[in-house]
């Protein structure tokens, strides 16, 4: 159990490993560390078993710098839950100053350590070294991940204590620092929910759920930091676009710690004097927001019950209640898998894996009047919109019987089929999304309810033109698959902003462009594929094309990614998790991800599908 950890060769094992399957605790060698020297990074193979947890060992008495240094960072992939141990290798007044929650940047292998020459001499007193690496994300205090690139370079500087002749670090890095294999270890990403904000008043629809991604110490009372971080608010890259229904200040009562739901799979949340005066609907919105969060975190929670700052109860709300308080995901489970036929037509199947039975959508798309090369449907399933076959025009139709096709409603003017319109896309206010690749007018375009003059939308730092956009059930956040002007693809998440008086047309703005995606160039194809996560096809630095699932916040989550599967497309995928993967390729055709996790195909012939949205 004293398996080297990223961050340096030559070092002594400095953690303690608890086995909480077995109870018992295994002490890891403390063989000597070289005095002085330089420490150079060994990759580590990463932990699989979740059970274990790791445990700093103290500085060891009369240990040189090398060794207060390397036993600070191990110090720092612990499951310490206020690093205490780690504060033991700090200075009196750098403990007090030092923020380990303040950010977490992660290292791709890890650490190098190079003592600075100019100061290393243990008889004067002082010690530095210089902590380098190449930089892959920071989790920042409201522990929302960032992807960084770049090198990381920082002095760390020791003094030794008068009294005590012991080394320790007067200046430590800022927060904490760890190699990505620690990272994945320690942290656990998790949705957080609040609720859209931009929704039309006065509809009488329950709120939308929208997942605002964190990362939480696993291992470290994870279910009470993620409820705080809830209470906390929104992070500041979706602030703009969503609300809270806690009251401002609202938090857990003092020493709240240790919260888990009971026997009967029921979370109580004790809450501070701000939550005491909330009504009935605000209190069940409140509850929403957690029983979502925590289902999120573990599955089985079934209810949550709030209580006051004096132990009463405020309100108690299960899952089946919430569904009517907030929608999380598609408003309605998708009936049928959409795409085109050998006519170019756009038919339909059952959405589930057991759909064979093709048939024409009812309405103009069905009809075969008209050639497609590209169609979406919206959420509640009555309208769709199709591209012509040239990716000239775009149509919009009710699916209903007698529903006719009628002119295009938007036409570009570019000159290749590859420089006109993207297909289209549904957001949950029942709007239609759709960019003209047109060299001369690139631009991102709405339809309000599918018809009428488009809104251009604004897009600050964009640099290129979008080639692809698909708006998220939450009607929040858009994913662009964007050309840039050197002739690379990249997948971009934006979030929503409409600023404009009721009755009036609204200015629609995407802002705060993020990579979705930062390790791919050349995407080709994308989904949603649940609340924060999408399915990506495309090629990977110096790699060939694959597919695999990517986060909005730019990182990638732990789970297998789907079968190999040559020349995609396009891509379909639906945020209701149970409908399964469909993708088009010119080698395979139309297929479907199985129970199995195999493709298998749908139909011999068929292109461009999607789930409504």
């Known amino acids: ?154 002095s760390v500087h020791l003094t030794r204590d008068r009294k005590s002749g012991q080394w320790r670090i007067d200046t430590p890095p800022q927060g904490v620092l760890m190699g990505r294999s620690d990272f994945q270890r320690n942290y656990l990403p998790v949705n957080k929910y609040y609720f859209a904000s931009n929704a039309p008043a006065g509809t009488g629809r329950p709120a939308t759920a929208v997942a605002d991604p964190v990362y939480v110490r696993q291992r470290v009372d994870a279910m009470t930091h993620v409820v705080r971080s809830v209470l906390s608010g929104p992070t500041r890259w979706l602030d703009r676009v969503v609300r809270s229904s806690f009251p401002t200040g609202t938090a857990l009562r003092k020493d709240v710690t240790g919260l888990s739901p009971d026997d009967q799979n029921r979370l109580t949340v004790p809450l501070n004097l701000k939550a005491s005066a909330v009504d009935d609907q605000r209190c069940w919105d409140m509850a929403a927001q957690v029983l979502f969060t925590v289902q999120n975190l573990t599955p089985t929670v079934e209810t949550v019950a709030l209580q006051g700052s004096d132990g009463s109860t405020l309100c108690t709300l299960g899952a089946d209640r919430a569904r009517t308080v907030a929608t999380r995901g598609p408003v309605k489970r998708p009936e049928y898998l959409y795409f085109l036929d050998d006519k170019r037509r756009l038919v339909r199947i059952l959405g589930g894996s057991a759909g064979t039975s093709v048939e024409p959508v009812p309405g103009g798309l069905g009809e075969g009047a008209q050639r497609f090369s590209s169609a979406a449907v919206s959420w509640d399933e009555r309208t769709a919109a199709g591209v012509g076959n040239d990716r000239k025009d775009l149509f919009v139709a009710s699916l209903s019987q007698g529903g006719a096709l009628g002119n295009a409603v938007l036409r570009s003017n570019g000159k290749t089929e590859d420089d006109r319109l993207t297909p289209p896309s549904w957001d949950a206010h029942g709007d239609l999304w759709v960019a003209d690749r047109d060299p001369a007018r690139p631009r991102l375009m709405v339809l309000e309810q599918g018809t009428g003059e488009p809104i251009e939308v604004a897009v600050p730092g964009l640099d290129g033109r979008v080639d692809a956009v698909r708006v998220a059930a939450d009607g929040v956040r858009v994913a662009l698959l964007v050309q840039h002007k050197d002739g690379t693809e990249s997948l971009l998440i934006g979030r929503i902003e409409r600023d404009g008086r009721s009755g009036e047309r609204p200015a629609v703005s995407v802002l705060g462009l993020r990579s979705a995606a930062p390790d791919m160039e050349d995407v080709t194809a994308m989904s949603w594929a649940g609340d924060s996560r999408l399915v990506v096809a495309g090629r990977e630095q110096g790699g060939v094309q694959t597919m695999r699932y990517a986060q909005v916040d730019g990182s990638t989550p732990d789970i297998p990614a789907p079968a190999a599967l040559t020349g995609v497309k396009s891509i379909a995928a639906s945020e209701d998790e149970r409908l399964p993967l469909v993708a088009y390729s010119a080698a395979d055709g139309l297929v479907r991800m199985s129970s199995v996790a195999q493709w298998q195909k749908v139909v011999k012939e068929g292109a461009a599908p999607v789930y409504p949205g």
């Open 1 to 154: 159990m004293g398996a080297d950890r990223e961050g340096g060769a030559r070092r002594r094992p400095m953690r303690a490993v608890a086995c909480a399957a077995w109870g018992i605790l295994l002490l890891a060698g403390c063989a000597s560390m070289p005095d002085s020297g330089d420490l150079r990074d060994v990759e580590s193979t990463p932990r699989q078993d979740t059970e274990v947890r790791v445990f700093a060992m103290p500085p060891r008495e009369n240990a040189p710098p090398a060794e207060i240094v390397q036993g600070f960072l191990e110090a720092l992939t612990s499951d310490d839950p206020q690093y205490a141990t780690a504060r033991q290798y700090l200075t009196t007044a750098a403990s007090r100053k030092w923020r380990p929650e303040s950010s977490t940047t992660v290292l791709a292998d890890g650490w190098d350590i190079e003592a600075d020459r100019a100061t290393a001499h243990e008889d004067s007193g002082d010690y530095a070294f210089t902590l380098s690496g190449s930089k892959v994300a920071r989790v920042d205090a409201q522990q929302s991940y960032m992807p960084l690139d770049g090198r990381y370079s920082q």
